[in-house]
């Protein structure tokens, strides 16, 4: 299964963010970078909301923006590739924790 590290593209103090925690990487393992965004909306998704639908952006994940993360092939070598589709490391920049 590939993996994916998902990047902070955004300076930390843009306006874009709207309070929302920041990571400044996520590595995933996922089928695609598509489906790499949507598994990490965990993250900073707050409970209760849709994240598959049209919504507010003020209540939806950072992770499906192209203005605050980009995602990119995850070539290190210091992650396993096999295992479930998921979240597997993290770095978290600044934020709270998802509620």
Same mark, same amino acid.
């Given at each position: 299964?590939?993996?994916? !590290? #998902? &990047? ?12 929302? %925690?920041?990571?400044?990487? @996520? #590595? @995933?393992? %996922? /089928?695609?970078?598509?489906?790499? !965004? ?15 639908? @049209? ?10 923006? +192209?203005?605050?993360?980009?995602? @990119?092939? &995850?070539?290190?070598?210091?992650? &396993? /590739?096999?295992?479930?589709?998921? #979240?597997?490391? +993290? ?9």
């Amino acid at each position: 299964m590939p993996l994916w !590290r #998902i &990047e902070a593209v955004a300076d930390m103090d843009d306006p874009v963010w709207q309070d929302r %925690a920041q990571w400044e990487w @996520v #590595i @995933v393992r %996922a /089928a695609s970078p598509a489906f790499a !965004r949507t598994l990490a909306t965990d993250l900073d998704t707050p409970s209760g909301v849709n994240r598959y639908g @049209v919504q507010n952006s003020n209540l939806g994940s950072a992770f499906s923006s +192209e203005k605050l993360y980009h995602v @990119v092939p &995850e070539t290190s070598g210091a992650f &396993e /590739a096999q295992g479930p589709d998921g #979240i597997v490391a +993290e770095s978290r920049r600044r934020g709270p924790v998802n509620p």
